[in-house]
């Protein structure tokens, strides 16, 4: 395969420097310039990922001790999913409520022994600091009722919170754990023992390249091809656009930054399931009836065979794997401040011809200005549009090689 590289390279450069002269004809494809209906998109991927995802988990560190359900089971809000062990929580829950109810006589009693020393107050029958020590007396029992309220109340939401029950509508699609297994709670890493997912509503998260997120805006159309589903696109509307970029290296060292993209589907399938590989083509925008052109026939322009003096020496290497439709998009993409066609003429020379490129689609670009319908232009080979061909060279045409571009 080297050898293959290495010979075409010197081939190339022979008919480059010497092996062409200019009486030398080149043989060309040629089309038909046509419209077509052209979108411009860009291209992502992604996993699919439900709009409302419910993380349920334990409050504080204790043993599973029954779940009812199990993964795929569609619950509704308020059903029971799961109890962890209550035996500590219920203890300190009666515990609590005991406090309450002492705290209660106790406040009861203070009362009415505020209301009676009011009345001796009023009376002129004890003193200012008697009443200050009584009124103290009632704020402290008042205070100690409020506490054993609040800490009741506390404890009995936590009990309430080892019985897991579904908080809306949905699908069980994760469960963590088997009854006896021990559950780890806290505030800042629990255990998620559940996720309830509501599988109507779907998403798409992808990461766009800096170059192209200038081009997605909200409300953009999308479509979205899931590996599982091969023969299907999904319609979809883009939500929201990142403001803030992630990098990575991208498994070389040469840092890749990219704007996180959130795209609605709009059409859901049943059996779709989170984390399913996904495709988006986000559509930034769309031409009907375009004059278009292949992608590999716009160049730039070179100098006139006649002003070109001494060639400049450099050598093009050209792989036997065929057009790199990619590459030629991404290269193309970069144009000049002009760009140019290589126009058929009646007595087979080809004019080197100013034209305006618009949006760029799979394989064509839209044509603004410099090209009307029913015009013929050189299609190819890739190396003699960007290398070989000039304006008034004479070219042979392929045989069998005109075509007509179709309208899209």
């Known amino acids: 395969m080297k050898a293959f590289g290495v010979l075409a390279v010197i ?78 929580q219920s203890a300190a829950t009666e515990a609590s409520r ?17 209301e009676r020393q009011s009345k001796l107050y009023e009376q002129g029958l004890i003193s200012d600091q008697e009443m200050e020590t009584t009124n103290s007396s009632y704020a402290s029992a008042l205070s100690s009722f409020n506490g054993a309220q609040s ?13 897991l029950i579904a908080p809306q509508d949905g699908t069980i699609t994760f469960i963590d754990g088997e009854e006896g297994d021990l559950a780890q709670g806290g505030m800042f890493s629990p255990t998620v023992l559940m996720k309830l997912s509501d599988l109507s509503k779907m998403e798409v998260y992808v990461n766009v ?58 059409d859901v399938e049943d059996g779709m399931r989170p984390g399913m590989s996904a495709t988006v083509d986000i559509i930034t925008e769309e031409r ?48 000049s401040k002009s760009t140019v066609v290589f126009v058929l003429k009646e007595d087979n020379t080809v004019e080197e011809r100013v034209v305006e490129a618009g949006i760029v689609g799979d394989r064509d670009y839209e044509i603004l200005s410099g090209l009307e319908e029913g015009e013929k232009i050189v299609t190819g080979s890739f190396i003699a549009i960007s290398r070989e061909l000039f304006d008034g060279a004479a070219v042979k045409v392929k045989e069998n090689s005109m075509q007509r571009r179709k309208r899209g």
């Open 98 to 114: 005991a406090s309450l109810e002492a705290a209660k006589v106790q406040l009861e009693q203070r009362k009415k022994q505020q």
């Open 209 to 266: 390249n800096e170059n192209d997120i200038a081009d997605i805006s909200i409300n953009d159309t999308a479509l979205i091809q899931v590996d599982a589903y091969q023969n299907k696109k999904f319609k979809g509307i883009v939500k929201e656009v990142a403001y803030a970029a992630t990098t990575s290296s991208g498994g070389s060292s040469q840092q890749v930054t990219n704007f996180q993209v959130k795209v609605q589907m709009l």
């Open 288 to 335: 009907l009836g375009a004059i278009a052109i292949p992608i590999q026939a716009l160049t730039t322009p070179r100098p006139s065979k006649k002003s070109e003096g001494k060639k400049p020496s450099m050598s093009v290497e050209v792989s036997s794997g065929g057009n790199d439709w990619s590459q030629m998009k991404r290269s193309s993409g970069n144009k």
């Open 11 to 88: 081939a190339l450069a022979f008919s480059f420097f010497g092996g062409n002269n200019d009486d030398s004809t080149l043989e060309v494809s040629v089309q038909e310039v046509g419209t077509k209906n052209l979108s411009s998109k860009v291209v992502a991927d992604g996993v699919l990922t439900p709009e409302t995802e419910v993380k349920l988990s334990a409050n504080s560190t204790t043993y599973i001790t029954k779940i009812a359900v199990k993964e795929g089971d569609v619950v509704k809000k308020g059903d029971f999913l799961m109890s962890l062990d209550d035996e500590q």
């Open 151 to 163: 800490r009741l109340i506390q404890d009995e939401d936590a009990l309430s919170k080892l019985r």
